[in-house]
C-alpha cells in the first residue's frame, strides 16, 4: 500500500509559478512509476505529466509541454510538479498517482495507475 499526500496548491495569477510535492509513504517509491493529472470543474480527469522510476523518462500533456516540469527525489520519496507560465485554464484540482513496477515506463492512462492522492487545488486568475 501506497499513501500519496499533494501539496502545494493555491491561488495564482496568470503567468505566475506554483510547484506542487506529492509525498509518498508505504512500500518502495523508487520502484514506482508516477504521474499528475487534474480535473476542471465539470471536466473529466486529464493526463498531465509522468515520470519513470529513476527519472530517466518524462512525458507531458500538449497542453503543458514546455511550462510544466516533473521530477522526483527517490531519497525524499517526493515527486514535484514545477508550474510555470500558468494560464487561467490550467485552474483545477491536481492529483499525484503511482503505479508499481519493475520497468523503466511511463503511463499516461488514469486507468493504469494503483493509488491517488486526495488533489491539491490550483487556480489561476485572469
Known amino acids: 500500500q501506497v499513501q500519496l499526500i499533494e501539496s502545494g496548491g493555491g491561488l495564482v495569477q496568470a503567468g505566475g509559478s506554483l510547484r506542487l510535492s506529492c509525498a509518498a509513504s508505504g512500500r518502495t517509491f523508487s520502484s514506482y512509476t508516477m504521474g499528475w493529472f487534474r480535473q476542471a470543474p465539470g471536466r473529466e480527469r486529464e493526463f498531465v505529466a509522468t515520470?519513470?522510476?529513476?527519472?530517466?523518462?518524462?512525458y507531458y500533456a500538449d497542453s503543458v509541454k514546455g511550462r510544466f516540469t516533473i521530477s522526483r527525489d527517490n531519497a525524499k520519496a517526493t515527486v514535484y510538479l514545477q508550474m510555470n507560465s500558468l494560464k487561467p485554464e490550467d485552474t483545477a484540482v491536481y492529483y499525484c498517482?503511482?503505479?508499481?513496477?519493475?520497468?523503466?515506463?511511463?503511463?499516461?492512462?488514469?486507468?493504469?495507475?494503483?493509488?491517488w492522492g486526495q488533489g491539491t487545488q490550483v487556480t489561476v486568475s485572469s
Open positions: 515520470i519513470s522510476w529513476n527519472g530517466a523518462i518524462t
Open positions: 498517482a503511482a503505479k508499481g513496477t519493475i520497468f523503466q515506463t511511463i503511463r499516461t492512462r488514469e486507468t493504469e495507475y494503483d493509488y
